[in-house]
């Protein structure tokens, strides 16, 4: 992809910020929560 973000049309940029608010949580509870391993990894047993 080419085109910087401060060049997208508007409705791209609220279409990625909406992905960044549903993801974000996620990835932030992930980091607080002290996971060790990485999302879709299993642990080894």
């Known amino acids: 992809m080419d ?6 049309p508007d ?3 609220e279409s990625d910020r ?3 608010r ?3 949580p996620v ?4 980091l ?3 996971a ?4 879709g990894e299993s ?3």
Do not use: C, F, H
């Open 36 to 39: 060790s391993t990485a999302v």
């Open 18 to 20: 909406d992905q960044v």
């Open 22 to 24: 549903k993801y974000l």
């Open 11 to 13: 409705d791209q940029k």
């Open 3 to 8: 085109t910087s973000y401060g060049d997208l």
């Open 32 to 34: 607080t929560s002290g």
């Open 43 to 45: 642990e080894a047993t």
């Open 27 to 30: 990835i932030a509870r992930a």
